[in-house]
């Protein structure tokens, strides 16, 4: 045998022999995901009678509060981290009055959650208005149809400490008003919430990936789009700077969204903070996925593993995904 071969040069490296066996493979890798890391999207709306489903995202539904308690309670069986509650109202209005009413679909559905599960799972209360205003935008419109940032934040103020009244383990604010997070935990910490944590979607791109949301949600802008609040495509050092701001102004954890499109963002803001981060697997990567598998391109159950795995390298501690519990029973 020569010694291109390999032979008996101890200077030779075989790679292959930490991936010969299954076993072997689970020992050596370096990224793992668990149950733990994922969070699970969940869709309530008001006035339906049994859960609906959404075209463009195969397997997800808009609940009712019944069957909203179920899924809950298979999610915390599956034993995920928790879930992140975004609410369709029955009735929409210019200042989005339903996020913060008391008998607003998420409010309700955080009280029975809480009351059905306690500490069980955490519940996640994402904070904007897109899905409470007749305009479809995150927070205030003047007459010119500009989003107006300090206005609105008086509204994430008033909806944040609803939340948390209704029970909400987690305020997390997507809608990127600048100074959203010094409103909320100066409108927290007066109404004694003082321990409730804040996720800030702190890197939140204008994507071309969220359209299937906005059919789950029905929550998309009546005119212009998001690109003013919302960050643009191009910018990475952006992020860190929001990022920073958001932790400045007291945020515990922050997110990146979407994952699989930004996992450069993902890693440089692993790297450049000490507290965790989040990343939300964006319901046009859902879909991609979806549709590919139906027309036989893919192996399903494979790529919804490996873009998890992806998304954990490089650098997420914690993972949202429409594919929480079923990933979380692959993993077993």
Known sequence: MTAAQGGSNPGFARGRRLRSTPALRRLTAQTRVAPADL??????????????????????????????????????????????????????????????????????????????????????????????????????????????????????????????????????????????????????????????????????????????????AEGAPQFGDRSTYQMDPPNADEALREVAQDLAEGADAVMVKPALPYLDIVARVADAVDVPVSAYQVSGEYAMVEAAARNGWIDRERAILETLTAIRRAGAGQVLTYWAVEAARLLR
């Open 39 to 216: 969070v699970l999207p969940v869709f309530v709306k008001e006035g339906i009678t049994e859960a609906q489903p959404i075209g463009s995202m195969p397997g997800v539904v808009q609940h009712t509060l019944d069957s909203l308690r179920k899924a809950a309670h298979e999610a915390a069986d599956a034993g995920i981290g928790g879930l992140v509650l975004f609410g369709v109202p029955a009735e929409k209005d210019e200042v989005g009055s339903q996020a913060d009413a008391a008998d607003g679909i998420v409010n309700v559905a955080l009280r029975q959650l809480r009351a059905d599960l306690g500490d069980e799972l955490v519940l996640v209360a994402d904070l904007c208005l897109c899905e409470y205003t007749s305009h479809g935008h995150c927070g205030v419109v003047t007459p010119a149809g500009v989003v107006d940032n300090d206005p609105t934040l008086d509204r994430y103020a008033s909806v944040a400490i609803a939340q948390a009244e209704a029970g909400a383990h987690v305020i997390a604010p997507s809608g990127m008003m600048d100074g959203q997070v010094a409103a909320i935990r100066r409108a927290l910490d007066s109404r004694a919430f003082t321990e409730t944590p804040i996720l800030a979607y702190a890197a939140k791109y204008a994507s071309g990936f969220y359209g299937p949301f906005r059919e789950a």
